[in-house]
């Protein structure tokens, strides 16, 4: 049992306890819960809301997590948990959330709390900032959402703050300043108030209550996480849209506080969704598969850095950067980090390195500068790892890595992209010679005045791939207006996305013709067909979209048209189908037929077997159409031509003929 005195920095995680308020009844996730507590339920398969909470706490640092539950569940927490935090029991029916956590308080002592509710999600970065923020000068501290969802703003506990702090909170207020997260820390100070308000309240005091007191002496403080992921789950509907939201909370956990630049706004946002994609639809893709995928797709930047195809050979550099991280993050959600995979990573990663310094000194011409440039480049790669794993001993080397020079792999690789992008080796091998030499100097001075320390560690759940209980059913939304609605909603907001990437990639491409890049790319690497092919993408896939709509709205007007046009709904069903291909036909042709004339001898001989492809397509559903027509609207063929001939022989006829027939 940790001792309650505070030794250190405020926000520290060696004295913080952790509570968890689980005494509710869950009676809007009635009939799920009414056989299983909520935090019971799965957010992912094997992966309850619990433990998902005490995971997060773990990883943070915590080690003490009190449960507080009511009695009726408390057997059923400890089976499940075992061990991994204390079950406390809270007495009593109809009481409020203060006399739970009084429970807890009677339990554990006074103690620095880190308090959250058993039904909120969140992600790590959510209690980094709270715990961070604690510097003891007041009795508690919430996290703020500026920005809250439309749910929240309703029904969610509303702040309002000063320069000062806090000074109001409740669930009638308005929401000038934000909506509270449910995670809160808790000084020893403010136990004695819990105790005082829970009896003036009879039970049935609230954290509000708390919060407000504490308030009025000023003694509440906030940090803001707008932005960051959180949910209060109370119903079905919200334990759904947790389930979607747990995996994206997983793949922000993948990043690390350390990384640098380019793997956190770069590398991350590719290799996390590749990593939980992954995890969750392909059992064969393991850790050490992807990081031989990684070494070999260096290897071929390096051979075709050897074959001048320095373009080319940039683009697999930093796919291979990207894999990097892979195999990391998929170690780490399958609890599979081995020491033979970490070996692996690393020798396949100086390697690779090696090969790609090595490749690029190549270009240069033969000169004693460039020999030993390429060979402190080459040193370099190894001089940063030998570095790391020395001073690790001594302090978090990872920090050091994420700070200037950032000699770190991602920005090597991100280096080595760029100079073969600008077709300039040289640039990459100064960096790798350069960014070693300066990192070992400045961990040197960093480790200096240390002593030695324990390495750190860390923690992370387990999943299981089957289905998560219980098995929700939320009745949909049916009728002709929610379809209606539905279909309005996408033909507007695909027109509008499509439109704004094409004018986004004209504006792209203008910028990029203008400058080097664009004009020494390898044929057949010509800007404008990359662009091109873009274009092709981007309205194929909107327009797949636009096109589903519109052919609802068609479908929709069936009875009015048919009923109308005195046609069939066959008839009808293939006009429209066949309207619906002659568009994509003719915008196909539109799109392929440039992008075939730019590229030299394939497209010159296929560009017109394509066109001639295209053409007969479209003769034929125009021929198609035409006999729709034919046999379907003869009649209105028929009333057309006569009423026009009416019209021109009523107002074309000669005045002549008129004198003559008066007489």
Not at 308 to 323: D, E, I, P, R, T
Not at 366 to 387: D, E, K, M, N, Q
Not at 485 to 507: D, W
Request: proline fraction near 5%; charge should be neutral; charged fraction near 20%.
């Amino acid at each position: 049992m940790l001792s309650g005195a505070r030794e250190g920095s405020a926000g520290a995680t060696g004295d913080l306890f952790a509570v968890v308020i689980g005494g509710g009844k869950a009676t809007r996730l009635q009939p799920y819960s009414e056989e299983m507590p909520k935090a019971l339920m799965e957010l992912a398969p094997g992966v309850t809301i619990i433990d998902f909470i005490v995971s997060q706490l773990q990883e943070l640092g915590v080690k003490d997590v009190v449960v507080v539950a009511r009695p009726e569940h408390c057997s059923a927490f400890e089976a499940h948990l075992r061990g991994r935090a204390r079950v406390v029991a809270v007495e009593g029916d109809e009481f409020g959330n203060l006399h739970t956590l009084e429970a807890a308080l009677e339990a554990i002592g006074p103690r620095r709390i880190l308090l959250t509710m058993s039904d909120h999600i969140f992600e790590i970065d959510i209690l980094r900032r709270l715990v961070e923020a604690d510097d003891g000068s007041k009795q508690i501290l919430l996290c703020l959402d500026a920005q809250p969802d439309h749910r929240d703003l309703r029904e969610g506990l509303k702040v309002q703050v000063s320069v000062q702090g806090v000074c109001h909170v409740g669930k009638t207020i308005p929401p000038h300043s934000g909506v509270d997260t449910g995670l809160f820390v808790l000084s020893p100070d403010v136990h004695e108030s819990v105790f005082i308000l829970d009896a003036e309240k009879a039970g049935k005091g609230t954290l509000s209550d708390l919060i407000n007191h504490s308030a009025e002496k000023g003694a509440v403080g906030y940090v803001e996480v707008t932005g960051k992921l959180w949910l209060d789950i109370d119903t079905p509907d919200d334990l759904l849209k947790a389930r979607r939201l747990y995996w994206e909370i997983v793949r922000r956990g993948l990043y690390k506080p350390t990384d640098g630049p380019v793997s956190r706004w770069l590398n991350r946002p590719l290799s996390t969704r590749l990593s939980v994609f992954l995890f969750k639809h392909a059992c064969w893709a393991t850790p050490n598969l992807l990081t031989v995928a990684s070494f070999l797709l260096a290897i071929a930047a390096a051979t075709l850095f050897v074959q001048a195809q320095l373009w080319v050979g940039a683009f697999l550099v930093h796919l291979a950067s990207v894999l990097d991280g892979v195999d990391g993050e998929l170690a780490r959600l399958r609890c599979s980090v081995t020491a033979f995979g970490s070996l692996l990573d690393s020798l396949l990663d100086r390697l690779a390195d090696i090969s790609l310094v090595l490749a690029l000194g190549f270009l240069l011409s033969p000169s004693p500068f460039h020999f030993g440039l390429t060979g402190l480049a080459v040193f370099g790669v190894v001089l940063v790892s030998y570095v790391s794993h020395l001073a690790a001993q001594y302090t978090d080397i990872s920090t050091l890595r994420a700070g200037f020079p950032w000699a770190t792999r991602d920005v090597r690789l991100l280096s080595t992209t760029l100079g073969g992008l600008a077709l300039q080796p040289t640039l990459p091998l100064v960096f790798c010679a350069a960014a070693p030499l300066l990192f070992a100097v400045r961990t040197l001075a960093k480790v200096m005045p240390l002593r030695k320390s324990s390495p750190i560690s860390t923690s992370i759940s387990i999943v299981r791939p089957t289905t998560p209980q219980p098995s929700i059913s939320i009745p949909q939304p049916t009728g002709e207006s929610h379809q209606i609605r539905n279909n309005v909603e996408s033909l507007l907001v695909n027109v509008l996305k499509a439109g704004a990437i094409l004018v986004a990639l004209e504006l792209i491409r203008s910028a990029v013709e203008q400058t080097r890049f664009g004009t020494q790319l390898p044929a057949p690497l010509d800007i404008s067909l990359i662009f091109d092919l873009i274009r092709l993408v981007v309205l194929a896939y909107f327009g797949y979209r636009v096109l589903s709509s519109l052919k609802f709205f068609a479908d929709l007007a069936t009875d009015l048209v048919v009923t109308r046009l005195q046609i069939t709904r066959g008839m009808y069903a293939r006009a429209i189908t066949d309207t619906l291909y002659l568009v994509i036909a003719g915008l196909s042709w539109w799109l392929i037929s440039p992008i075939l004339a730019k590229v030299p001898e394939v497209g010159s001989l296929l560009n017109l077997p394509v066109s001639l492809a295209f053409l007969g397509l479209m003769m034929l559903l125009l021929y198609d159409l035409l006999r729709i027509f034919q046999r379907g609207l003869r009649w209105l063929w028929d009333a057309t031509i006569a009423q026009l001939t009416e019209w021109l022989s009523t107002h074309l006829r000669p005045r002549n003929a008129d004198s003559e027939s008066d007489h």
